[in-house]
Nanobody
């Protein structure tokens, strides 16, 4: 059974750090790419970071490069998103997803079939 469960979202002040976790069922984790997306209030879903779990290839949105780090723990079928230097613009519901690139674009949500329920991150100024 496909299952993705996110955790770690909470309210934090600007400049702070958070770590989000995404625990996946084994068959979901092995589907090549795991990614984090986010949906700010009143906006569409956007890609944040992705990792090729079988080879460690990484991809990041320009808006988070240098601040966010995606990492994997294959022993736990878990993907993490370490977020540093958080800004109010990072406020969003963060979703974990499993799938593969769409049309050659790694962080296109259309390529991701399975999604978690989301976890809220709120950054106050």
């Amino acid at each position: 059974q496909v299952k993705l469960v996110e955790s770690g979202g909470r309210s934090v002040q600007a400049g702070g750090s958070l770590r989000l976790s995404c625990a996946a069922s084994e068959d979901t984790y092995s589907r090549n790419w795991m990614a984090w997306f986010r949906q700010p209030p009143g906006q569409g879903r956007e890609g944040v970071a992705a990792i090729y779990t079988r080879g460690g290839i990484l991809d990041y949105a320009d808006s988070v490069k240098g601040r966010f780090t995606i990492a994997q723990d294959n022993t736990k079928n878990t993907v993490y998103l370490h977020m540093d230097s958080l800004k109010p613009d990072d406020t969003a519901v963060y979703y974990c997803a499993s799938g593969r690139p769409h049309g050659g674009t790694i962080l296109d949500p259309r390529g991701y079939t399975y999604w978690g329920q989301g976890t809220q991150v709120t950054v106050s100024s």
